[in-house]
């Protein structure tokens, strides 16, 4: 089969829900092979969809003034739900992402120094060593072998990890968080599904005791790396990433610390929602390019044009805004972060829904990135939709890969840089090919994810 030029449309793997919300009896089996396959059909063209049962109540919300408000002017009618942190909170504690309130606005404060823009930059040179050791790897294999990339991208984000987030880490010690880590997603929506129908949280469920095992591991072996840090001498690791910048930072206001086990839920949080998320966003970009090679073509001379043979820089950073529309289109039909939940505080009228106290909201991002009322032919792969005049058009919550509002993604900017500077050199320095055959199922798993992984041939230029 012959991958489709750029003038031929392609519409890449989506799923499809029921056309109405399940039954319970059949929410959970759906929810737990593929949350998106729960997913009724109307969150692609109506703006909010409920189903008002009388126990564990869900309205799905697609319309961009709606989320608006719910996300941002009235976000503190609509906090997130127990059960993120009935989720997560066996591994992220009361970290950033799960902690509400106060304590939400005291992290917040602390961690946003450590994203300043131009901190980041300086990072770039470890993520372009990252890549190139990537593609040294692919070098020492055959041209043209099939490489199975989404495990490639975990690697090379999980290379990034270590030298800007784990700096001091052991190999053993990173490796054993990757992999508890990916065990830990691989059950996930078995705790998500008996939450979202709000059943005991003593329930036992076929994912319980991996997550809970794998959680206790990578928190047990975080607080053993953040330990050491704070033990040795001031200075004596003057490139000791974010740990020890987390350990010297201070509220702006009070001069007050974070915790140790502050600084471990924070550091999970950000590698959960940091190294995962980013890895998935190259997974899917390559293989659409992989799809559609004029694209991967197009990228390719533009970064050849800006940096030459030389690693990627933050100057090299503007010269790139192809790269960048390809990287925001795989972020529209891919978004890492597919769901977004939120919780109605007190009964309220959303839109012309009634809905009573208790109701969870989900905030599909997945179907609204595909809404047919916001995209003119959702499903097509066309990065030209954020040319500078056409994304001028978007309504801000039409496309929200990283969330919106106050609680926006802190670590957005990193990981754009990270994605970018990943991107931009993998496709300089390699070509990717589809087999002409597989096309992988998004499946959310927290993250999204192909089912089966995603084999895309690999050669070195």
């Known amino acids: ?180 880590s990916e065990e830990l997603l691989d059950v996930i929506t078995w705790e998500i599904a008996v939450s979202l129908l709000q059943a005991p949280a003593w329930l036992w469920h076929p994912g319980r005791g991996r997550m809970r095992r794998n959680s206790a591991l990578m928190r047990r072996i975080v607080g053993q790396i953040v330990a050491r840090c704070r033990t040795e001498l001031p200075g004596s690791r003057p490139n000791g990433g974010l740990i020890a910048r987390m350990l010297s930072a201070r509220d702006p206001d009070t001069g007050e610390p974070m915790t140790d086990d502050q600084i471990v839920d924070n550091l999970l949080t950000f590698l959960l929602a940091g190294h995962e998320t980013t890895a998935k966003a190259l997974t899917w970009a390559l293989y659409l390019m992989a799809r559609v090679p004029a694209w991967q073509e197009r990228v390719r001379a533009e970064v050849s044009a800006a940096a030459g043979t030389d690693p990627i820089t933050a100057w090299h950073l503007d010269q790139l805004p192809v790269t960048t529309r390809v990287l925001k289109e795989a972020l529209r039909l891919y978004p890492p972060a597919p769901i977004m939940t939120r919780l109605v505080s007190a009964d309220t009228v959303l839109g012309a829904c009634e809905l009573r106290a208790g109701t969870v909201l989900v905030l599909p991002i997945y179907a609204i990135h595909r809404h047919r009322k916001l995209w003119a032919d959702p499903d097509r792969f066309d990065p030209d939709r954020f040319l500078p005049e056409r994304e001028a058009g978007h309504v801000r919550t039409q496309f929200m890969p990283f969330g919106f509002g106050p609680r926006t993604c802190i670590g957005m900017s990193f990981a754009m840089i990270e994605a970018t500077v990943l991107l931009a050199t993998l496709v300089r320095d390699a070509r990717f090919g589809w087999d002409g055959r597989t096309s992988p199922e998004p499946v959310s798993r927290i993250t999204l994810r192909p089912r089966g992984g995603m084999p895309l041939s690999v050669s070195v230029v």
């Not at 109405?20 to 059909?41: C, E, H, K, S």
């Not at 799960?98 to 930059?121: E, I, K, M, N």
């Open 1 to 180: 089969m012959t991958a489709p030029s750029h003038d031929a449309p392609l519409y890449p793997p989506t799923v499809r829900g029921p056309a109405q919300p399940l039954p319970v009896w059949r929410f959970l089996p759906t929810f737990v092979r593929n949350p998106l396959r729960a997913l009724p059909q109307g969150v692609f063209e109506q703006p909010m969809v409920v189903a008002a049962r009388r126990k564990a109540p869900i309205a799905w919300v697609t319309d961009p003034v709606l989320i608006e408000r719910i996300l941002l002017d009235e976000h503190a009618s609509f906090p997130k739900p127990p059960l993120e942190k009935r989720v997560l909170g066996p591994a992220l504690g009361d970290g950033i992402l799960t902690a509400q309130g106060a304590s939400w606005r005291w992290q917040r404060r602390v961690a946003t120094p450590l994203f300043r823009h131009q901190d980041l930059l300086q990072l770039i040179p470890a993520m372009s060593d990252a890549a190139r050791l990537q593609i040294a790897r692919w070098q020492a294999a055959p041209a043209g072998a099939i490489r199975p990339i989404e495990r490639d991208m975990t690697d090379v984000t999980y290379d990034v990890v270590t030298r800007t987030l784990f700096a001091g880490a052991a190999a053993d010690e990173g490796d054993r968080i990757k992999a508890a």
